[in-house]
């Protein structure tokens, strides 16, 4: 099985059945932020699955190598922090996880 893990996407070579991955060389799974570390609205969630989906058609007739998962998995990191910096998506405040891993929360200044 190929994988591509980063900080805030996952991309396995396999099926989801139950509470198990099996290996598949046609499925690619994408789970997006597993440390919740992000709120995300479901226009938001959407987005980045039709770039990923955009990403994986760039890459159609080309072989499933783990270089190829690599930069999509690079290239959707980006795109989750331009989501972030555009105010899209928000840091999640109660997540066990507060490293602000795509920079420091902006905080709007009241008069």
């Excluded at 799974?29 to 440390?35: A, G, Q, R």
């Excluded at 990191?77 to 602000?100: A, C, D, P």
Aim: glycine residues 6%.
């Amino acid at each position: 099985m190929l994988k591509c893990t980063t900080r805030h996407i996952h991309i396995l070579t396999a099926e989801v059945q139950g509470n198990e991955f099996i290996a598949s060389p046609t499925v690619l799974t994408l789970n997006v932020d597993p440390d919740n570390e992000f709120n995300w609205s479901e226009a938001a969630l959407k987005q980045v699955y039709t770039q990923f989906d955009s990403l994986v058609k760039g890459y159609s007739g080309q072989d499933l190598t783990e270089y190829n998962l690599r930069r999509i998995g690079s290239d959707l990191e980006h795109f989750i922090r331009s989501l972030l910096q555009s105010g899209i998506i928000s840091y999640n405040l109660t997540s066990r996880v507060l490293n602000y891993s795509m920079g420091l929360p902006q905080v709007v200044a009241t008069d």
